[in-house]
């Protein structure tokens, strides 16, 4: 089977690109492992797909080469994703900043995306596992187990390999490979943390505001506040998420990885001291249930007051518990792995493709979008807008590309 265009890949950043070169006169074709397109973008944002953010730009990704990362935001930024997505009808619904469809439903999304692609004629195989792209002669020849497709341009938009059963499952990287691509380590990125600490299995369930601080090797590295889970293996929730990918970087490089919990982010160490003391005085004569009472979730005070030295139902030393309150430990030893990661960080290194339009360096024509390339955003649309506005760069450039060429042939 033969196409001008052949997008390796049904996920977001294949479904935009694919649109992209077809509005560009070009016959494109996408070739899709799974039973259907779009799989993983109907899980996304817990089934209402946060598709960008008001607020964008590179101080939200991570990546080897954050230079090219914010080149492609400047060539296509959220206005864009808007833009592209009122096209096919998506109106936005913005909760913080994080956008929404108005629908509320990632099923439009993805109906929207596909609606277009029918409109346009790109055509779809699924159940169809590219494994070996080679070029030839003015074009590639692709591969999978049971056919042969030959293309002037590929675009591999076959995304990580977080949540394999939603249709990622690594092989684009063994695809980049093939082409002459270096891969920068890839970890699994927004995620939750498995913790050493025993208490953890005591306090699954509690969820509590806090602000989480990520120390390698005893550095500061980042920090993010929200509410966190606390689970039997460790610890979870969005300001985890943000901080995961570093940690399985440090994890990677076998350095120490710990995190701190503040349960009191707004109050400095001093005033939870004076606090405390205050409340000992005051309750003195009391059991040591009072004085806990409404600190913290009554698993997690009780905790912490273990953790501080109480016992035989005596207080323990304030200023200790003051610093457990603030400084709640959490030795990491373990992320939660691929399978419940959202996103990979790492992968194709940004130096060896064009920022313009995502075209290899090593093999001009094939063209790199998506979550296979080296860049991951933080949660809040961060990582969709990333897959649209690559697949929208290569999809416009190959589409006109081909166009042009077939006006020269
Ligand atoms: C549960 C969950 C919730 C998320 N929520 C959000 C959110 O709300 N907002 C946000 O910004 N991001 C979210 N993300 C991240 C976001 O979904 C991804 O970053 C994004 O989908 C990446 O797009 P992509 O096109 O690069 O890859 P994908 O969407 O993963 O698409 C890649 C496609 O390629 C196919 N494929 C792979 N290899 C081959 C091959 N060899 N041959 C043929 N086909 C192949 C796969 O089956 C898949 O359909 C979430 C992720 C998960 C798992």
Redesign the pocket.
């Known amino acids: 089977m033969k196409a001008d265009i052949i997008v390796?890949?049904?996920?977001?950043?294949?479904?935009?690109a694919a649109i992209c070169a077809a509005r560009q006169g070009a016959d494109v074709l996408i070739?899709?492992?799974?039973p259907r397109?779009?799989?993983?973008?109907l899980?996304?944002?817990?089934g209402?797909?946060?598709?960008?953010n008001e607020a964008m730009g590179v101080q939200y990704y991570h990546s080897e080469t954050r230079q090219f990362v914010a080149e492609v935001l400047e060539e296509f930024n959220a206005e864009d994703t808007l833009a592209f997505f009122a096209d096919l009808g998506i109106l936005p619904k913005s909760n913080q900043g994080y956008v929404y469809p108005n629908s509320m439903q990632a099923a439009s999304v993805v109906d929207s995306l596909r609606f277009e692609l029918e409109r346009l004629g790109v055509k779809v195989m699924v159940d169809?596992?590219?494994?070996r792209i080679h070029p030839k002669g003015k074009g590639f020849q692709l591969e999978?187990k049971s056919e042969t497709f030959s293309c002037r341009r590929v675009i591999l938009?076959?995304?990580?390999r977080?949540?394999e059963k939603?249709?990622?499952?690594?092989?684009?990287y063994q695809?980049a490979k093939g082409l002459g691509h270096r891969i920068v380590p890839v970890v699994p990125a927004?995620t939750g943390l498995k913790a050493k600490e025993a208490v953890y299995k005591s306090l699954a369930g509690v969820r509590v505001e806090a602000e989480i601080v990520l120390h390698i090797d005893g550095e500061e590295r980042d920090r993010h506040r929200g509410e966190v889970q606390l689970a039997d293996y460790g610890i979870s929730g969005i300001p985890v998420f943000q901080v995961s990918g570093r940690a399985a970087y440090g994890l990677n490089n076998r350095q120490r990885v710990e995190c701190f919990l503040d349960f009191f982010p707004d109050t400095t160490y001093d005033a939870l001291v004076r606090f405390l003391e205050k409340r000992k005085e005051h309750f003195k004569s009391s059991s040591l249930e009072v004085f806990e009472t409404g600190l913290l979730n009554r698993k997690l005070i009780q905790v912490c007051m273990k953790l501080a030295g109480s016992e035989k139902g005596r207080l323990p030393n304030i200023k200790k518990l003051a610093s457990v309150m603030k400084k709640f430990p959490a030795s990491i030893v373990g992320s939660r792995g691929f399978d419940f990661?959202?996103?990979c960080a790492g992968g194709v290194d940004l130096k060896e493709v064009s920022s313009k339009n995502c075209e290899s360096k090593h093999q001009p024509g094939v063209y790199i979008?998506?979550?296979?390339l080296d860049a991951?955003?933080i949660?809040?649309?961060?990582?969709?807008?990333?897959?649209w506005a690559?697949?929208c760069l290569a999809g416009t450039s190959a589409g006109k590309e081909c166009h042009d060429s077939h006006r020269t042939n």
């Open positions: 390796i890949g049904g996920g977001a950043s294949g479904m935009a070739l899709e492992r799974m397109i779009g799989k993983k973008l899980a996304t944002g817990n209402r797909c946060n598709y960008t169809i596992d590219v494994s999978s938009a076959c995304g990580g977080a949540s939603l249709g990622s499952n690594g092989s684009g695809l927004l990661a959202q996103v979008v998506g979550e296979l991951d955003g949660c809040g649309g961060y990582n969709l807008q990333w897959a690559t697949g």
